[in-house]
């Protein structure tokens, strides 16, 4: 937690940099580390004040940190409306300041639009009807990449929910373990190899691995007799935890 300044030295220090005093000299007479003051300014908000110009007593105080905030809530991904009833209960005090404020609307309308970007950008949630579906397209012999573009989710989201989740990782392998024609041979992608050796990192089966990531295994069989550094790669994975003889 960032450390804070001690009353009497916060009191000094604010009602030096309130004339204007550069912050270095201020410091040096009280004897204190620079960055001390700034690690105390990241939550007090009075003293970020004093140090960007602005009298933390004075009215203009209270629109500038009502803007930061705003700003804040908008970066963080809230729509103007949430951030509006966060703040202000719903009023419009933001829409004033933009009409009345070029700057502040033009800040507003680039954390936004940096939040919009971000969120398409973001993969989608894997939640439990997304899960329900996946596994249904999987059970019916659908290849996984296939599968969690049906549902509208990228291949990392499923693997990352895999490792860390040991039920998605029963379930999806009950749902390919009767898998009689995975997907033709030659037709996997690098995300499917790339799944493919995350399962068998930590599994150590080839067969399972395959099908889990939707590749026929006998693809991975003629991988291998064809590919001998893909061969020495997987027995590699599948021997790393055997114990030395």
């Known amino acids: 937690m960032p450390d804070k300044l001690p009353p009497r030295i916060r009191s000094h ?3 030096r940099l309130r004339t204007g005093e550069a912050v270095q000299v201020v410091v040096e007479e009280l004897g204190v580390p620079v960055r001390e003051v700034f690690r105390a300014a990241r939550t ?5 004040l ?10 203009e105080a209270v629109g500038v940190v009502g803007r930061a905030e705003y700003l804040r809530l908008l970066a963080l991904g809230a729509s103007p409306s949430l951030a509006s009833q966060i703040l202000f209960d719903g009023a419009g005090q933001a829409n004033t300041w933009r009409s009345e404020q070029s700057a502040f609307a ?14 398409e950008r973001r993969p989608s949630r894997f939640t439990p009807e997304r899960r329900r579906q996946f596994l249904e397209y999987l059970q019916a ?6 599968a969690t573009a049906e ?32 997907e033709p041979a030659g037709a996997a992608t690098d995300a499917q190899w790339t799944a493919f050796y995350e399962h068998l990192a930590i599994h150590g089966v080839l067969r399972q691995a395959a099908l889990a990531a939707g590749i026929r295994p006998e693809a991975v069989y003629d991988r291998r007799r064809s590919d001998t550094g893909f061969a020495k790669q997987t027995d590699h994975l599948r021997l790393r935890d055997e114990p030395a003889l």
């Open 151 to 182: 549902v509208g989710i990228t291949s990392a989201t499923v693997y990352q929910r895999r490792r860390r989740d040991a039920d998605c990782a029963a379930a999806m392998d009950r749902a390919t373990a009767t898998r009689s024609t995975p």
């Open 44 to 48: 007090d908000t009075g003293l970020a």
């Open 13 to 15: 220090l604010l009602a």
């Open 106 to 119: 033009a800040a507003c309308d680039a954390v936004a639009t940096a939040s919009v970007k971000r969120a």
């Open 50 to 59: 004093a140090l960007a110009g602005v009298d933390p007593d004075g009215i």
């Open 141 to 146: 012999e659908m290849a996984a990449t296939k």
